[in-house]
């Protein structure tokens, strides 16, 4: 049995206790038809296996403004989705590795009611919190099952501090995204037991607006994940 499969029944402890005094935060799980909760499953192309996996897509959590149920992270499953096409507009041509051999997951769990950063908090210090369950509880261990994979993708600028400051990955200023995305930092391998790169990637709205933001262009991310170690 999978760490997700185990931790379908449980609760969110972060979640249940901060419910109140975070209103704009909502329960972890969607309903299905027969009103059995459950998360946006983790997605991999069928027939591959854990051991086969090559990289692991992290999105930061499985908020999206449609109100229908999401079934799988990132919705990587659904080829004809705005995100699905992004998904594999940029994984689909990376070198040596197949689009089947990747897996796509969310860092935190859990859907917002509204968009993290409406009130202009600081993103990143706001799902710290929870993502530190979130990682120790269940991330950590997909990670850990998943044992080749060699590249941990973040999308988007907030996801990738938090997860680099989980991971102990030195990185350099926020500010200097637009330079250092694409780049494979090394993970201390005390943490995973292995050798690991995180690499920081623009998130799908970023990327949509390409044509103003020249360095978040197809043609340079590609390049960009084609240097990577």
Not at 17 to 32: C, G, M, T, V
Not at 138 to 166: M, P, Q, W
């Amino acid at each position: 049995m999978s760490i997700y499969e185990e931790s379908m029944s449980n609760k969110c402890t972060w979640c249940l206790e901060h419910n109140i005094k975070h209103a704009n935060h909502i329960d972890i799980r969607w309903r299905n038809q027969n009103n059995n909760e459950r998360w946006p499953k983790p997605y991999q192309e069928s027939g591959v296996g854990l051991g086969k996996v090559k990289a692991i897509v992290i999105g930061q959590d499985p908020t999206i403004e449609d109100p229908r149920p999401m079934e799988y992270a990132l919705e990587a499953n659904r080829k004809e989705s705005s995100l699905g096409k992004f998904l594999r507009e940029v994984f689909g041509e990376l070198r040596g590795i197949g689009f089947g051999e990747l897996y796509f997951t969310n860092l935190v769990k859990c859907r917002f009611d509204e968009k993290p950063g409406k009130d202009n908090r600081n993103i990143s210090e706001f799902i710290y919190e929870m993502a530190y369950e979130c990682y120790s509880k269940f991330l950590s261990h997909e990670i850990i099952e998943c044992t080749n994979a060699r590249y941990l993708f973040t999308l988007g600028r907030d996801n990738f501090a938090v997860l680099a400051k989980l991971l102990g990955v030195n990185h350099p200023p926020l500010e200097d995204f637009k330079k250092f995305y694409g780049t494979g930092l090394e993970v201390p391998t005390s943490i995973l037991g292995r050798a690991c790169y995180l690499v920081a990637l623009p998130h799908q709205p970023t990327y949509n607006l390409a044509e103003r933001y020249s360095p978040y262009r197809k043609e340079e991310v590609i390049r960009k994940l084609d240097r990577l170690p």
